[in-house]
């Protein structure tokens, strides 16, 4: 005989965890994220000024364009616009083709800021973000382990940013503007891949302790079982004779 179709237990295909470059948006984001920069130092160097500034904004609506054409995420696309918009501005303001990088360098200082605060109020950001993304609570912060995991993490993080800002405002101050392109590049993706990895660490440690805990923790009895216990406990006493 064959089994219910009710019995059957039912599998989902379930889709493959997106690899570490995906996440950043694979290699076309990469290229994406750096092209306004190359752009802009070449146009920079053979035009002048004026010209980089139309041409990296040029190239940053190019993009965003490119990804409605190709149905791809815009998030990253209008983000990167808007960032190149705001550089673009900053360097026609200040007339110097270094003030495009410096909306990137105070902005990294900020970040720095805000990771090293989330550590210290122990809410590290590593954590708070990835368990609000999936729904998991806030029990990882009861444990000691996972909070300490989190904040290295965070930590992590942090000195990603810090090392960003200190690199890039020393190029900045002593105008080497290729080197500082060159720089914002290197330290952009390759630095936060190192800095995903070790949240991926953090998160991996955590659920493993966390879920180490579960098991060994004794099951709470659910409302029905309480009940079907007391039956059973009652309909074994023996009745008392008047």
Same mark, same amino acid.
């Given at each position: 005989?064959?089994?219910?179709?009710?019995?059957?237990?039912?599998?989902?295909?379930?889709?493959?965890?997106?690899?570490?470059?995906?996440?950043?948006? @694979?290699?076309?984001? /990469?290229?994406?994220?750096?092209?306004?920069?190359?752009?802009? $130092?070449?146009? %920079? #160097?053979?035009? &002048?000024?004026?010209?980089?500034?139309?041409?990296?904004?040029?190239?940053?609506?190019?993009?965003?364009?490119?990804?409605?054409?190709?149905?791809?995420?815009?998030?990253?696309?209008?983000?990167?616009?808007?960032?190149?918009?705001?550089?673009?501005?900053?360097?026609?303001?200040?007339?110097?083709?270094?003030?495009?990088?410096?909306?990137?360098?105070?902005?990294?200082?900020?970040?720095? @800021?805000?990771?090293? /605060?989330?550590?210290?109020?122990?809410?590290?950001?590593?954590? $708070?973000?990835? %368990? #609000?993304?999936? &729904?998991?609570?806030?029990?990882?912060?009861?444990?000691?382990?996972?909070?300490?995991?989190?904040?290295?993490?965070?930590?992590?993080?942090?000195?990603?940013?810090?090392?960003?800002?200190?690199?890039?405002?020393?190029?900045?101050?002593?105008?080497?503007?290729?080197?500082?392109?060159?720089?914002?590049?290197?330290?952009?993706?390759?630095?936060?891949?190192?800095?995903?990895?070790?949240?991926?660490?953090?998160?991996?440690?955590?659920?493993?302790?966390?879920?180490?805990?579960?098991?060994?923790?004794?099951?709470?009895?659910?409302?029905?079982?309480?009940?079907?216990?007391?039956?059973?406990?009652?309909?074994?006493?023996?009745?008392?004779?008047?």
């Amino acid at each position: 005989m064959t089994e219910p179709v009710g019995g059957e237990e039912k599998t989902e295909d379930k889709k493959p965890q997106p690899t570490l470059l995906e996440q950043m948006g @694979g290699l076309s984001g /990469l290229f994406y994220s750096s092209l306004p920069v190359i752009v802009f $130092v070449i146009a %920079n #160097a053979i035009f &002048g000024l004026t010209v980089g500034i139309w041409a990296a904004v040029g190239s940053a609506v190019a993009i965003t364009v490119l990804r409605i054409v190709r149905k791809e995420p815009l998030q990253p696309a209008i983000s990167g616009f808007f960032g190149v918009a705001i550089a673009a501005f900053i360097a026609y303001r200040t007339g110097s083709a270094k003030g495009f990088f410096l909306f990137g360098i105070w902005t990294s200082l900020v970040y720095c @800021g805000v990771f090293v /605060l989330s550590i210290l109020v122990r809410w590290p950001l590593a954590g $708070v973000v990835w %368990n #609000a993304l999936n &729904g998991s609570g806030h029990a990882w912060r009861k444990d000691k382990k996972s909070l300490i995991s989190y904040s290295i993490a965070t930590a992590a993080m942090a000195l990603i940013f810090g090392a960003r800002f200190v690199v890039q405002r020393w190029l900045y101050d002593e105008d080497y503007t290729g080197w500082l392109a060159f720089a914002k590049i290197a330290m952009g993706y390759p630095l936060y891949a190192l800095g995903l990895l070790t949240v991926v660490w953090a998160v991996r440690r955590s659920d493993k302790h966390l879920k180490a805990q579960a098991e060994a923790a004794p099951r709470e009895e659910t409302d029905e079982e309480i009940e079907a216990r007391l039956r059973a406990k009652y309909a074994q006493a023996p009745a008392v004779d008047n």
